[in-house]
């Protein structure tokens, strides 16, 4: 059996889990929850079905303030355990985006959709939304990294980064 990678595109799409009028991506409505350890502290997520998801999680310090239109300083590890359940703000940017956060200038968070966290080796795809660097949010529906997570056993991380003046 061909890995994913060695498909062509038209063995790709007969091989994504969609059928006529319905989808095969329906899960269960009630999470399960899931701890992990990092390096800043621990991490709480969401388990759906076969798919585990950690939503709105930094990647460095606050970018306001006295650090703007400066490099982002390094995150600070956190007591306890940090919930990774809703998503992080986006940048602030044009109009308000429907059914996302509100905007803030604290807007470093990453999205990570994968089917377990059971330390088992799976490949990462990064992925940084589009917008030309003036609108965007890895919060965007389009955006969600949970098909191609479960489809292909792979490990799916979104960013929401600066954007615009402050970017």
């Not at 088992?120 to 003036?134: I, L, W």
């Not at 890895?138 to 997570?149: H, I, M």
Request: charged share 20%; proline share 7%.
């Amino acid at each position: 059996m061909k890995s994913w990678i060695e498909l062509s595109r038209r063995e790709l799409i007969a091989a994504l889990p969609i059928t006529l009028g319905r989808t095969v991506f329906a899960q269960p409505a009630a999470p399960e929850y899931v701890e992990v350890k990092t390096s800043h502290g621990r991490l709480r997520g969401a388990k759906t079905g076969n798919l585990t998801t950690f939503k709105g999680i930094p990647y460095a310090g606050s970018v306001s303030g006295a650090s703007r239109f400066k490099a982002a300083p390094p995150l600070k590890p956190w007591d306890g355990v940090r919930d990774a359940l809703a998503f992080g703000a986006p940048s602030l940017q044009p109009g308000q985006r429907r059914n996302e956060p509100a905007q803030a200038e604290d807007c470093l968070f990453l999205n990570v959709w994968t089917p377990a966290a059971d330390n088992r080796k799976r490949p990462v795809m990064f992925y940084s939304h589009g917008g030309g660097f003036t609108s965007g949010s890895a919060a965007s529906g389009y955006q969600d990294g949970g098909n191609l997570a479960r489809t292909f056993d792979v490990v799916v991380v979104a960013t929401n980064h600066r954007l615009g003046l402050v970017g």
